[in-house]
Each structure stands twice: as C-alpha cells, then as structure tokens.
C-alpha cells in the first residue's frame, strides 16, 4: 500500500514507520518537525535498509497538503501528527485546538476532495476522563478534563459524524494507553523537549544522570502500593496494533474506537524498581502530593483490539524498561 503517515518522524510513527516499511509499503512522511528531527529518518534507513519520502509542511497547510495527495495516490492515511503535552496545553489551548482540531479537519477534507476515505488516527485513553472504572473499555462514556484530552474527543467525534454522513469512510480510531519503550536497535526512541512531563522519560533521564531526583506524584492512592497505576504498552506493539488496523480497515464499518493497551496494571513504584534492577542505575526520588488531574488506576479492557483486529501486546514489562534503557543510555542527548 501507498500510505500517507502524518507526524511519522514522531515517537510512535517513526516506530510504526519501521513496521510498515519492513512489510514493503511505501511510506510517505509529512510532519512540520515542531517536536522532531530529521535524524530520525537516517535512523529508519539504518534499520530497514529502505527510506520513506519526507515532505516537511504542516497539517494545516491545505495547498501543502493538495499538493502532496495530487502528486500521490495514496491508500489510507495514518494521522499521527499533533501536540500532546497536557500541561502545556493548559497554557496556550488556541494553538492546540488550532493545530490538532483545526489541522485535522483540513487534512480530512483534503483526503475526502481527493477520495482517500481511509483512516487509522491516534487517539488516547485520555478520552475517558476522570469517571470510568478501569478496566475501560470502548462502549464507556468519554469526557475530558484538559485542552489536550478535549482536541482528542473533538476529533473523535468529527470522525464519528464524518462516517455517519458517508458509508465510504472506514476509521479505525485507536485510543492509546501508556506507551514506553524504545525500538530494539536503540536507534529510535522517545525524545522529549525539555524537562519530560511523562513518567518513564523523566525516570531515564534520572537514570543517565541528567535530572537528580524523580519525583513521584502522590503514594496515597486507593492501589497495591499507594502510587498511580497504569497500563504502559510497548511502542512496538503500538506500532504493530496500527499495522493491524490498517489491515483490518476495509472489515471496518464507519468509525471503530479500539483501545491500544495490555489489559494490565503497573504502579509508579513497580516501574522505578523495575528500572533500577534492569539499569543497574540508583533512581532516586521523593514522594510529593498528587498531580492535578491525576486519578489512581487506568488499565485497557482490549478485547476489540483482540477480536476484531487480532491483535495484543506481546512485549513484557522487562523488555519495555530494556529497551528503553538501551535508547537512552546510547542516546543521552535523544537525536541531538
Ligand atoms: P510526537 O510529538 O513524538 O509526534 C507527533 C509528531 O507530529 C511530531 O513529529 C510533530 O513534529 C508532528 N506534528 C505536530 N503538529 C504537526 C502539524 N501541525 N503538522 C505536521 N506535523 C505535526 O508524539 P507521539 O508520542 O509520537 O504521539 C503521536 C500521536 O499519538 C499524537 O497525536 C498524540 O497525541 C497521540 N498519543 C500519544 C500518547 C503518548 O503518550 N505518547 C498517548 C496517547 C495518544
Ligand atoms: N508520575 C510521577 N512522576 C512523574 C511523572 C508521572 O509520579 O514525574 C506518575 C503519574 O502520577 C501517573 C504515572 O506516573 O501515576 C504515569 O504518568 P504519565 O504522565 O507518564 O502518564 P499519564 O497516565 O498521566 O498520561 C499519559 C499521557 C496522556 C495520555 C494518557 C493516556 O501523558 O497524554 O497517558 O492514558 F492521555
């Protein structure tokens, strides 16, 4: 297939760029590098042997975006590319809206003039809000509690209405979990700008020497040990869930929210302890009161993801927190 992957020079597109290339399709990435690098595409050229076309322009450039998918027939479309810091989306929620709404529903009505009408797109379990008992699954009611999580439901919901009005549309809308990990090679990884607001970069970071202290938001929670459980999932295992959507796209009717997530449930606690043993590095940390907007557990009910995608997450804990060491401990400056 010829596909279009939006933000593909991303943490989980590069991942899954490397996926699909290994298959032999043929890769075409757009992405306006506002948190990547190009390094990454020699990185993708080093594992697969194989190198996806680049077009650097921004989502919300319709001319940018006719031009590509009048010089291209594509197949479907992977939308990868958004902002999605939560934090920082409480400070300038215009340009999230902007970017992510807006960039959205221009790339959708430039695939729609050019009859491209299918889509795998990358949501979150953040659309599940602060009301649902995990484990969630897909039929639960959403809501969301930051500007971030809200640009993620509006999408959503326009791909729900864009179905609705046109039986050509199939739209596998994935809602991940947790995602960590790092490919095997240690050649690609998450990147972060600036200090990581998400735990396992920040714990890496603290492991290579960069940051002194994690700090670890609240050990008064209703868990086994008292800290934040989540359901992290192995990017590569991400990457190989939208493998298999794209797979499935044509059994798809309309537009199918699929949670992306292991079905399991890891504390704060359990990741640092697990870092440390596989690292071999002191993490040290202090324990300070709950981040806003935090709740105790989130874990996947993935059983759509089995039954109509047949997919699951193979990679164990172990081997997200190896992985991850490995990247980070080659890439101490990430692509720098
Ligand atoms: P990332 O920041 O590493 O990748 C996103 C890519 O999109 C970047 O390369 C960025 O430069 C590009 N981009 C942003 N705005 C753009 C625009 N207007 N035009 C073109 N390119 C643009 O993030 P990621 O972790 O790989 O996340 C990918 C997607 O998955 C995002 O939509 C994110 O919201 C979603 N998601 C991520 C997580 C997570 O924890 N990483 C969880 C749930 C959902
Ligand atoms: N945590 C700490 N210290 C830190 C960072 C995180 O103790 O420095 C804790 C949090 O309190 C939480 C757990 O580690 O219990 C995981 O936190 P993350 O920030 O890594 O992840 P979240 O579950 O809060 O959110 C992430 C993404 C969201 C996405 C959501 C999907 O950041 O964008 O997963 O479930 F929506």
């Known amino acids: 297939m010829k596909l279009l992957i939006t933000g593909g020079t991303g943490y989980i597109g590069s991942h899954t760029v490397v996926e699909l290339l290994n298959l032999g399709h043929t890769i075409v990435i757009v992405d306006n590098l506002a948190n990547s690098s190009t390094e990454v595409l020699s990185r993708i050229e080093t594992i697969t042997g194989k190198s996806p076309t680049f077009v650097h322009a921004d989502i919300c450039d319709r001319s940018a975006l006719d031009c590509l998918f009048t010089e291209h027939r594509f197949d479907a479309v992977i939308h990868f590319a958004g902002l999605k810091a939560v934090g920082e989306s409480n400070d300038i929620p215009l340009s999230y809206y902007h970017n992510n709404v807006s960039g959205s529903i221009t790339l959708f009505e430039v695939m729609a003039s050019h009859g491209v009408k299918k889509l795998v797109f990358s949501s979150s379990a953040t659309v599940y809000g602060e009301n649902n008992c995990s484990p969630l699954d897909e039929s639960m009611p959403t809501s969301a509690t930051n500007p971030y999580g809200q640009t993620k439901l ?29 490919h095997q090679s240690g050649l690609i990884g998450e990147n972060p700008n600036g200090i990581p607001n998400n735990l396992l970069p920040y714990v890496s970071q603290v492991a290579v020497g960069k940051l002194p202290k994690l700090q670890i938001f609240g ?3 209703d868990t086994q040990d008292g800290t934040g459980v989540r359901d992290y999932i192995h990017v590569v295992d ?7 959507a794209l797979e499935q796209l ?3 009717d309309g537009c199918q929210p699929i949670n992306l997530g292991t079905g399991n449930g890891t504390s704060v606690l359990e990741i640092v302890n697990t870092f440390k043993d596989i690292s071999g590095q002191d993490i040290p940390y202090d324990i300070v009161p709950r981040r806003v907007g ?5 874990f996947a009910d993935a059983s759509i993801a089995n039954n109509l ?3 699951q997450a193979k990679r164990d804990l172990a081997m997200m927190i190896e992985d991850t060491w490995r990247w980070q401990s080659n890439n101490p400056n990430g692509f720098a």
């Open 154 to 182: 509006m999408i959503e919901n326009i791909l729900f209405d864009l179905a609705k009005s046109d039986a050509d549309w199939s739209i596998a809308c994935l809602r991940y979990f947790n995602p960590i990990g790092a």
């Open 219 to 221: 050990d008064d929670y």
């Open 238 to 244: 991400l990457a190989l869930g939208h493998v298999k």
């Open 250 to 252: 044509d059994n798809i």
């Open 294 to 298: 935090d709740i105790a557990t989130v």
């Open 309 to 311: 995608l047949g997919w």
